[in-house]
């Protein structure tokens, strides 16, 4: 039971232009989101977070919008640049120690 | 060093052997994690450390997984009598934060180990 879903194994996107990465949740008791990024053969880099009380969050090119009614989430990157290809991991907690991790969504930008 | 620090970084083990995976966390820091990552797959929950108390570990997958942080800083993650399934990343992360993964938690550069 998968309960943080990153439904798009890949996306490409051109160097310059805005990437979307989506992700969906069905707990609802969760109330802190983070996204990661991940190159191989390191582990995972925080991104960015936000909590339940907020619809946005925004750091630099990174921006995090949340959907509490949809149980959506989406990491938007504006500008894209190829140093941002990498394995990007939604992640979710809500009590307790443990975060569930999405599958990841492997994001190609292309020069 | 300045970072989270995991050894060996591979370990290929046959299969019924035991292996031990350490953690050096960051110095200072209260808080252990170790989650699991399979292949293709996001990282997993094993069991969660403050300061030398295990307060969760309900991710580990059987009693063949054992985990300690005897003084409160180093941590081994044991695996006993390996199994195929076992195969994957051991990722081990730290914060100087009490509670769940957060903006101040990192991560280390994982435990690749191969169960043939």
């Known amino acids: 039971d998968q309960q943080v879903k990153q439904n798009s194994p890949s996306l490409s996107v051109q160097e310059g232009r805005i990437s979307i990465l989506n992700c969906d949740y069905t707990?609802?008791?969760?109330?802190?989101f983070l996204w990661y990024k991940k190159y191989p053969a390191e582990g995972p880099t925080f991104l960015i977070s936000?909590?339940?009380?907020?619809d946005k969050n925004e750091d630099g090119r990174f921006t995090v919008f949340l959907n509490k009614s949809a149980k959506h989430l989406s990491l938007h990157i504006v500008p894209s640049q190829p140093g941002d290809s990498a394995v990007y991991f939604c992640?979710?907690?809500?009590?307790?120690?443990?975060?569930?991790f999405g599958a990841g969504t492997r994001l190609f930008v292309k020069a | 060093g300045a970072g989270v620090s995991q050894s060996p970084r591979y370990k290929v083990a046959k299969r019924g052997q035991d292996v031990a995976l350490r953690c050096d966390p960051i110095?200072?820091?209260?808080?252990l994690f170790w989650y699991q990552q399979a292949l293709g797959q996001g990282p997993e929950f094993l069991t969660y450390?403050?300061?030398?108390?295990?307060?969760?570990k309900s991710g580990l997958p059987s009693d063949r997984f054992f985990a300690e942080r005897p003084e409160g800083s180093v941590s081994t993650l044991k695996i006993q009598r390996t199994q195929q399934e076992d195969s994957a990343v051991y990722l081990c992360?730290?914060?100087?934060?009490?509670?769940?993964?957060?903006?101040?938690?990192?991560f280390g550069q994982g435990t690749r180990l191969t169960v043939v």
């Open positions: 992360a730290s914060s100087y934060i009490s509670g769940t993964l957060n903006t101040e938690a990192f």
């Open positions: 707990n609802s008791m969760f109330d802190y």
């Open positions: 936000i909590s339940s009380i907020k």
């Open positions: 992640a979710a907690s809500g009590g307790g120690f443990k975060t569930i």
């Open positions: 110095s200072g820091h209260v808080s």
């Open positions: 450390f403050q300061n030398e108390a295990q307060l969760d």
